[in-house]
């Protein structure tokens, strides 16, 4: 028996993996992988493939972070600077509702001109005017940052937010949780340990989150196990994630905007020059790896959205239980090239297409509608 198949055996038998472990894995026959993490892959339902029916809004794209690899943001004074009124968000709101969606991801820029009464404001004429719409919004690094402005304290800011009507976070931010990384790639972003610390607050708070890895870069794969051990270690503690979602980095496409043009700092453009998109094989890989890794994880959604829808289907036979939500638009992905309109029926009919059953759920994981054959 191989190494390798030795630690797929030591993971079936319940055990858990280590560093060294899922650094051997890497090197690893794929479909025993992907055999192993489907094996350790919990269903809501028996061949069930859950999605949320969802819609992303991003309110504005003015971000004073910068990170290398986002070619969504921009500075205040651009021409395509924007910021969305109640009134744009709550209109967004309401075509989701009259499509039967169930839940709003919003998301944007950092920007300190923006008050808490913004974002709070915001939230509240969602909750009164759609109480049935769960409402999971606001990275890590948005918060951080209301934190500071607010001067409130972690738990105090979270309080208010529930009081308002937000019901849980998104995991966005996390991109690798390693120094080394984050000051390549964005160094003005809250460290690692900041992210890690937002999150345990939140989930002390009542409020579950995701957890997400943006991989395919300049980390190790000493790094990318290591993001994973530091995300299981946390949800030992609270068992506060709902789901995880890794995807890969995508390079923007020949003549969209640049983080050079939005930053005017040619230096920091380097990290990312050159790197070129994941293979399908590591993307599959990664995904496998993270199941097995993960034991504390009930839910690893199909990254379709970067991959394709394609690579997405075949990633719920590595591990993936769910294709996360419909998409109706995603700002930050159009500067890269990636255009995605993904109503509730395309995803059926891919869940259907691999053999599966497609249901549909809410954000807290309880099947809403089963669409057999
Ligand atoms: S990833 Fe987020 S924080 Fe970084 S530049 Fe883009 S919008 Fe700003």
Redesign the pocket.
Known sequence: MSIQEKILEKRLGGGRLSLEDGLLLYSCDLLALGQAAQAVTPHLLPEIVTFVVDRNISYTNV?T???DF?A??CQPKAKDAYLLTKEEILDKVKELVDLGGTQVLIQ???RSDLTLDYYLDMVRAIHEKFPKIHIHSFSA?EMDMLAKKSGLPLSELFQQFKKAGLNSLPGG?AEILAERVRKLI?PK?ISSDRWLEVMRTAHEAGLKTTATMVFGHVETLEERVMHLIRLRELQDETNGFRAFIPWSFVPFKPGSRSSVETRGNEAEYWALQGVMPSSGDDYLRTVAISRLMLDNFEHIQSGWLTEGLRLGQIALAFGCDDMGGTLFEDKVLEPTGIEVHTRRDDLIRLIKSAGLTPAQRDTNYHVLNIFES
């Open positions: 971000c972070i910068g990170c986002c969504f943001h944007g820029g950092v690094v931010g964005s972003k």
